[in-house]
T-cell receptor
Framework: AQKVTQAQTEISVVEKEDVTLDCVYETRDTTYYLFWYKQPPSGELVFLIRRNSFDEQNEISGRYSWNFQKSTSSFNFTITASQVVDSAVYFC?????????????FGQGTRLTINP | NAGVTQTPKFQVLKTGQSMTLQCAQDMNHEYMSWYRQDPGMGLRLIHYSVGAGITDQGEVPNGYNVSRSTTEDFPLRLLSAAPSQTSVYFCATHGSGGTNYGYTFGSGTRLTVV
């Protein structure tokens, strides 16, 4: 069975600090996809990134970066120079490929608070 | 281009009442699904559909029914609401093939059963 664990329930940092959100996953599949979503206080789910299991290159998008390591089954998310607008709940998720791709398995989420 | 539209945004039901949560998409995606979000538990899959006329159960299907008569619509029915179904419900779509985007979620329906 697939499982996603986000061990950090809540994180609070001061603005401009760097912060890393951890995500560890379990799957028996060799082909799978990993996702990060942001849920701001308004409640919608905002897609941040999708990574397939064959692509272990790290991804950088502005202040956001992702570190995918198959050896440790981790897909961590780092925000550099955090801003108050980054305050949200962040979810890591996993799906199979093919017919299983419509089943997303979510972690419990990490509530990130950026204090001014 | 609305993407995924969920109605209503808020709903209060009494125990035993029935209702349908609506989900419509204009993205021509094959796959649609329903998730519920409860505090501390992330989102959990209720039901999903891989195309019109085809549905299947997810992780927490009990108490919910779905049908998919068209590509665009995927309603979620609560036949006899229970307080345990108090939650935020999200509908999602995604297309098939080697696309490089994630799921698209609706804005959610906050349901309270009293």
């Amino acid at each position: 069975a697939q499982k996603v664990t986000q061990a950090q329930t809540e994180i609070s940092v001061v603005e401009k600090e760097d912060v890393t959100l951890d995500c560890v996953y379990e799957t028996r599949d060799t082909t799978y996809y990993l996702f990060w979503y942001k849920q701001p206080p308004s409640g919608e789910l905002v897609f941040l990134i999708r990574r397939n299991s064959f692509d272990e290159q790290n991804e950088i998008s502005g202040r956001y970066s992702w570190n995918f390591q198959k050896s440790t089954s981790s897909f961590n998310f780092t925000i550099t120079a955090s801003q108050v607008v980054d305050s949200a709940v962040y979810f890591c998720a996993l799906s199979e490929a093919g017919q299983g791709a419509q089943k997303l398995v979510f972690g419990q989420g990490t509530r990130l608070t950026i204090n001014p | 281009n609305a993407g995924v539209t969920q109605t209503p945004k808020f709903q209060v039901l009494k125990t035993g009442q029935s209702m349908t949560l609506q989900c419509a998409q204009d993205m021509n995606h094959e796959y649609m699904s329903w998730y519920r979000q409860d505090p501390g538990m992330g989102l959990r899959l209720i039901h999903y559909s891989v195309g019109a006329g085809i549905t299947d159960q997810g992780e927490v299907p009990n108490g919910y029914n779905v049908s998919r008569s068209t590509t665009e619509d995927f309603p979620l029915r609560l036949l006899s609401a229970a307080p345990s179904q108090t939650s935020v419900y999200f509908c999602a779509t995604h297309g098939s093939g080697g696309t490089n985007y994630g799921y698209t979620f609706g804005s959610g329906t906050r349901l309270t059963v009293v």
